[in-house]
């Protein structure tokens, strides 16, 4: 079976000014659909431009991505907001809700880019937030939430429109011990049930035990990749 993401030989170089910073230096990686993957790394090893760039949200310097057999190092801007909203959901370290908005209106956004009509925006993400266990947090702004309930909104965005990858960036680097564990249970329990492929960006081992295989980042090269035979699917 053919992977859902490929990377071959992907480089990522930086110029400041005259110097030239090698963030990711020649970088090959299969991902396979349904797989959870834990990229793991110290601060300024190269996760999280690794992330963006198999995101789509960071261009190669070279280097081939394919997803799902789009070769998305070659699309334009456009043709990458269109392919983020039909395949990626995102969930990240500071949340990024808008504050003006409720929980109702931040999760149901994606669908909007989506021309999907406002009832049935509504409706999918009354669903998705009670499957977070936010069902009576509808019309809470993020200021009148906890940092765990701002996560499960996050979540409940990057879920809602069912993509076929989910990203997340440290997901639980602004949360405690228990709650962290609550979010990471929450996203891999749904991520099975959507049949999805996760990609976790951390610096955290523990978090690493919740995927199938850790890819160890150091220094902008992939120095090890280890299959995680503790994990767990029940």
């Not at 499957?131 to 979540?155: C, F, T």
């Amino acid at each position: 079976m053919d992977p859902l993401i490929s990377l071959n030989h992907v480089r990522k170089v930086y110029k400041m000014g005259d110097e030239k910073i090698i963030a990711l230096n020649d970088i090959s990686l299969q991902i396979s659909k349904e797989e959870f993957v834990c990229l793991l790394g110290t601060s300024g090893s190269g996760k999280s431009t690794l992330l963006n760039i198999v995101a789509g949200l960071e261009k190669p310097t070279k280097g081939e991505i394919i997803i799902d057999n789009h070769h998305i190092e070659k699309m334009n801007e456009k043709q990458l907001a269109k392919f983020r909203q039909l395949y990626i959901g995102f969930v990240f370290q500071s949340y990024n809700l808008i504050p003006t908005l409720s929980a109702l209106e931040n999760v149901s956004l994606p669908l909007t880019f989506r021309g999907i009509p406002k009832g049935t925006r509504d409706k999918r993400a009354r669903e998705m937030l009670k499957a977070v266990g936010l069902g009576n947090r509808l019309n809470h702004k993020p200021s009148e939430m906890s940092g765990g309930q701002q996560q499960r909104v996050s979540i409940a965005r990057a879920f809602v429109g069912k993509p076929k990858i989910v990203f997340a960036d440290e997901p639980t680097g602004n949360l405690d011990t228990k709650t962290t564990m609550e979010v990471m249970d929450l996203m891999t329990s749904m991520a099975r049930g959507y049949n999805q492929t996760l990609i976790i960006v951390t610096h955290d081992v523990e978090i690493s035990d919740y995927t199938h295989r850790i890819v160890y980042i150091r220094d902008g090269s992939i120095e090890k990749i280890v299959e995680n035979t503790n994990k767990g699917d029940s």
